[in-house]
């Protein structure tokens, strides 16, 4: 996103109004991180503190212990490392499958182009629920319910649509010199797409692996269904039996809220333009 | 000659994976879900075609879908009248240029990374009667012993996960406008100047039917976002108490995994899909004439 300030309300009283307008910004922004900024403080207190007269103070006692009960006997670390392992691996298969297929699709001429190109694009509007029964029937049937596999199909296959316009549209606007030298020098189509054309899909990549990932990590309905063990669990259900399980200990409830959240946090913070032109490509594009 | 002839090879290797894939449990599965909407089925017997009694039962029979629904439509109301109001007028404040345009940018935004799950334990946490935030404050005013129960009362049940929704998202609206605003170019709001309108005026002449796509794109998520809302509900009140925070979606999940009404269950799903194509058409219909009415002016 271009930095490009252009002040059209500029009037006599901009200055005033720009004061009051800075401070309304400053309460919006408090009001979206206070629950946070709350969510972190009571993470590292004791029930006697969270419960008891110090609400929304910094921790009087540090309690990092919150953080290694969760972590260990918890089992966040557990629901973290399945939804690195969930999101990851949608993430590169998604990739892979979804730039080859919207290259075939950009690329090579063919008569029913078109036709899947829209087919896939109107996939981008099937909400989950439609077809989780026969979905959750079918994982079933092939006999990946319950493992990593039945959970990563579907996720796969829901990234698929938007990860495909997103890249069809870049290679649209991508010049075919390059890959036309290529061929002429006698390079196939195999080795062309790995070694010229998935160097310089790589923008266009990032923007829809930021996309997928966003969308698995936080995905409830198909882990909530199509999980059941414990150990496989993703974050997004395991919090909710985690919370189950130390209902009233908020502390620690807290810390493995934190330990879920923090990653994504940090990752935003260093990424910040890059997640929102994603997240925005994704819906203007939609 | 031969490479042409390879490439059709190639368009195989390359499209078909992700449209196989695509297709067998992408559309099949969309596809069976429409035709156990027909059915009597409970996943074990036998399956007894039922036309479109499901679809009339929804309405006949059903003691809570009409419910869910109108609370469905009522997080479609508070999700486009205030959240894109709201996410409209921050993103016109951000777009002057102020100081600290991009720290804002990237706090407001926050929520929105941030898996619903957590969002929705972190606002059970606020409206917890005994010890959540609300009810502290509130105590302030009303008195120490103050713990009036958001969760689990009929009246303010589902308002606590429409609360959690617009919290979360206003950022990524705002985002969205924003970004539409940069892509305005700077010349007409020069030539508005020379003219002399002032600040309100150049907003609504300039920035609101320019943005107009923008817009359009953001009621058609924020609509059809809540036609098919699901997370929050599940997890912050379960429907409850007594399905009076109930929205199309949960009672949807709850039939079929819980009761086993794969029929009906699937009918539900299937009218939420209806449901956001129709609506989809409606708002895409709203747009093109109020369009048509500017440009003919």
């Given at each position: 996103?271009?930095?490009?300030t252009?002040?059209?309300?500029?009037?006599?009283?901009?200055?005033?109004?720009?004061k009051?307008?800075?401070?309304?910004?400053?309460?919006?922004?408090?009001?979206?991180?206070?629950?946070?900024?709350?969510?972190?403080?009571?993470?590292?207190?004791?029930?006697?503190?969270?419960?008891?007269?110090?609400?929304?103070?910094?921790p009087?006692d540090?309690?990092?212990?919150?953080?290694?009960?969760?972590?260990?006997?918890?089992?966040?670390?557990?629901?973290?490392?399945?939804?690195?392992?969930?999101s990851?691996?949608?993430?590169?298969v998604?990739?892979?499958?979804?730039?080859?297929?919207a290259?075939?699709?950009m690329?090579?001429?063919?008569?029913?182009n078109?036709l899947i190109?829209?087919?896939f694009?109107?996939?981008?509007?099937?909400?989950?629920?439609?077809?989780?029964?026969?979905?959750?029937?079918?994982?079933?049937?092939?006999?990946?319910k319950?493992g990593?596999?039945?959970?990563?199909?579907?996720?796969?296959?829901?990234?698929?649509?938007?990860?495909?316009?997103?890249?069809?549209?870049?290679?649209?606007?991508?010049?075919k010199?390059?890959?036309?030298?290529?061929?002429?020098d006698?390079?196939?189509?195999?080795?062309?797409?790995?070694?010229?054309?998935?160097?310089?899909?790589k923008?266009?990549?990032?923007?829809?692996?930021?996309?997928?990932?966003?969308?698995?990590?936080?995905?409830?309905?198909?882990?909530?269904?199509?999980?059941?063990?414990?150990?496989?669990?993703?974050?997004?259900?395991?919090?909710?039996?985690?919370?189950?399980?130390?209902?009233?200990?908020w502390?620690?409830?807290?810390a493995g809220?934190?330990?879920?959240?923090?990653?994504?946090?940090?990752?935003?913070?260093?990424?910040?333009?890059?997640?929102?032109?994603?997240?925005?490509?994704?819906?203007?594009?939609? | 000659?031969?490479?042409?002839?390879?490439?059709?090879?190639?368009?195989?290797?390359?499209?078909?994976?992700?449209?196989?894939?695509?297709?067998?449990?992408?559309?099949v599965p969309?596809?069976?879900?429409?035709?156990?909407?027909?059915?009597?089925?409970?996943?074990?017997?036998?399956?007894?075609?039922?036309?479109?009694?499901?679809?009339?039962?929804?309405?006949?029979?059903?003691?809570?879908?009409?419910?869910?629904?109108?609370?469905?439509?009522?997080?479609a109301?508070?999700?486009?009248?205030?959240?894109?109001?709201?996410?409209?007028?921050?993103?016109?404040?951000l777009?002057?240029?102020?100081?600290?345009e991009?720290?804002?940018?990237?706090?407001?935004?926050?929520?929105?990374?941030?898996?619903?799950?957590?969002?929705?334990?972190?606002?059970?946490?606020?409206?917890?009667?005994d010890?959540?935030l609300?009810?502290?404050?509130?105590?302030?005013?009303k008195?120490?012993?103050?713990?009036?129960?958001?969760?689990?009362?009929?009246?303010?049940?589902?308002?606590?996960?429409v609360?959690?929704?617009?919290?979360?998202?206003?950022?990524?609206?705002m985002l969205?406008m924003?970004?539409g605003?940069?892509?305005?170019?700077p010349?007409?709001y020069?030539?508005?100047?020379?003219?002399?309108?002032?600040?309100?005026?150049?907003?609504?002449?300039?920035?609101?039917?320019?943005?107009?796509?923008?817009?359009?794109?953001?009621?058609?998520?924020?609509?059809?976002?809540?036609?098919?809302?699901?997370?929050?509900?599940?997890?912050?009140?379960?429907?409850g108490?007594?399905?009076?925070?109930?929205?199309?979606?949960?009672?949807?999940?709850?039939?079929?995994?819980?009761?086993?009404?794969?029929?009906?269950?699937?009918?539900q799903?299937?009218?939420?899909?209806?449901?956001?194509?129709?609506?989809?058409?409606?708002?895409?219909?709203?747009?093109?004439?109020?369009?048509?009415?500017?440009?003919?002016?």
């Open positions: 996103m271009k930095k490009q252009y002040n059209f309300l500029q009037t006599k009283n901009i200055k005033k109004n720009s009051l307008l800075f401070v309304i910004l400053i309460i919006i922004a408090v009001i979206q991180i206070f629950p946070l900024y709350w969510l972190i403080t009571y993470s590292l207190k004791s029930n006697a503190e969270i419960f008891g007269d110090n609400v929304i103070g910094l009087r540090w309690r990092w212990v919150n953080y290694k009960i969760a972590l260990g006997e918890g089992g966040i670390l557990r629901y973290f490392i399945n939804s690195v392992v969930y990851g691996v949608t993430l590169l998604a990739g892979l499958l979804s730039s080859m297929a290259y075939g699709l690329r090579m001429k063919w008569k029913f078109k190109y829209n087919i694009i109107i996939g981008i509007m099937i909400p989950t629920q439609a077809t989780l029964l026969p979905l959750f029937q079918m994982i079933d049937k092939m006999g990946v319950g990593y596999l039945g959970l990563m199909i579907p996720y796969i296959v829901f990234a698929l649509p938007m990860s495909i316009m997103i890249l069809s549209s870049f290679f649209m606007g991508l010049p010199e390059l890959e036309e030298a290529a061929y002429i006698g390079c196939g189509v195999m080795r062309c797409f790995f070694q010229i054309i998935f160097p310089m899909i923008p266009a990549l990032a923007t829809a692996s930021i996309f997928t990932f966003m969308a698995t990590w936080n995905e409830l309905m198909f882990a909530n269904t199509l999980i059941d063990r414990d150990e496989l669990k993703t974050l997004p259900v395991g919090i909710m039996s985690f919370v189950g399980q130390y209902v009233t200990d502390g620690l409830i807290g809220m934190v330990i879920a959240t923090l990653p994504i946090i940090i990752i935003y913070i260093f990424l910040s333009n890059q997640v929102q032109e994603s997240l925005v490509m994704g819906a203007v594009k939609g | 000659m031969n490479k042409l002839m390879n490439r059709k090879r190639y368009i195989f290797i390359f499209v078909m994976p992700a449209f196989l894939l695509f297709v067998v449990f992408m559309a969309l596809i069976m879900t429409g035709i156990y909407g027909l059915f009597d089925y409970d996943g074990i017997g036998k399956m007894s075609f039922a036309g479109i009694q499901n679809y009339i039962n929804l309405f006949a029979k059903d003691r809570h879908f009409p419910h869910a629904m109108v609370n469905s439509l009522i997080l109301a508070a999700s486009i009248v205030i959240q894109l109001t709201l996410a409209f007028l921050l993103a016109i404040a777009n002057k240029g102020i100081k600290g991009k720290f804002f940018r990237t706090v407001y935004f926050i929520p929105v990374v941030i898996s619903t799950t957590v969002i929705s334990q972190l606002w059970m946490k606020i409206f917890n009667s010890y959540g609300l009810n502290v404050f509130l105590r302030l005013f008195g120490a012993d103050y713990n009036f129960s958001w969760l689990t009362t009929p009246s303010t049940a589902f308002m606590t996960t609360v959690a929704g617009v919290w979360q998202y206003i950022g990524y609206y969205i924003y970004a605003m940069k892509s305005i170019s010349e007409y020069e030539a508005a100047k020379i003219d002399g309108a002032n600040g309100f005026q150049t907003i609504t002449k300039i920035t609101l039917p320019l943005l107009a796509p923008v817009i359009e794109t953001c009621v058609l998520f924020a609509l059809t976002g809540s036609l098919r809302s699901f997370d929050f509900v599940y997890i912050m009140t379960n429907g108490p007594n399905h009076a925070s109930d929205l199309p979606a949960t009672l949807m999940y709850n039939n079929l995994f819980r009761r086993g009404l794969y029929g009906y269950g699937s009918a799903a299937f009218f939420i899909v209806f449901e956001c194509l129709i609506f989809t058409f409606i708002i895409k219909k709203l747009f093109k004439k109020a369009d048509d009415n500017a440009s003919g002016i």
